[in-house]
């Protein structure tokens, strides 16, 4: 069974990344200058998303883990809370794209055994981020996929109206963004 699954998530990676080509918006998708990965480590709580297939289970208190590896990638650790009250978790490994400053990232929830193939590494560009390393906005090149993250389980309104700002001026439709709940 395990066979199947994997064969089959295998599978879908692959329609999605084909499906995906060609949907980019005229104007390139533009990330911040560079990452300094040593601080963007630690725990990084979803204030809002652009809605997606792999995370519908997910009904509040998204995070992610962030911790670095003795083979230089990252450790990503993905944990919400699903409607039936249990903590969800995904395990991956992220890895810098080019310079080690690149805010430019791939990351991969597929089995280690599968690392080789090119589809099975999703795009995670940091293309906003405040100089504390606070809050942060994720993407791809396709305006797939967005996240805002932020360092506590709260942001301030008036930071996050300004992220909001920041990301239209980028050509992202910030309507889409489904707010994330954070439970007790």
């Known amino acids: 069974m395990k066979k199947i699954y994997s064969v089959f998530f295998c599978v879908c990676i692959l ?35 652009y809605p997606n297939w792999f995370q519908k289970k997910c009904v509040s208190n998204t995070k992610a883990v962030y911790s670095a590896k003795a083979d230089g990638t990252l450790k990503v650790l993905n944990s919400c809370k699903t409607a039936d009250g249990e903590v969800s978790e995904a395990e991956g490994t ?25 589809m099975v590494w999703g795009d995670y560009w940091v293309i906003d981020l405040d100089p504390q390393y606070q809050v942060a906005v994720v993407s791809d090149p396709r305006r797939e996929y967005l996240w805002i993250l932020s360092r506590t389980p709260q942001l301030d309104k008036k930071v996050y109206e300004d992220t909001l700002q920041r990301l239209h001026a980028q050509q992202f439709d910030t309507r889409k963004l489904e707010i994330t709940s954070q439970a007790k």
């Open 15 to 49: 329609v999605f990344n084909f499906s995906a080509y060609g949907q980019a918006n005229d104007v390139p998708v533009k990330t911040i200058p560079s990452l300094d990965v040593q601080r963007y480590l630690g725990t990084w709580y979803e204030i809002a998303k």
């Open 94 to 118: 992220a890895r810098q794209i080019g310079s080690k400053d690149s805010p430019k990232l791939e990351v991969r929830f597929a089995p280690a055994w599968l690392a080789f193939i090119p």
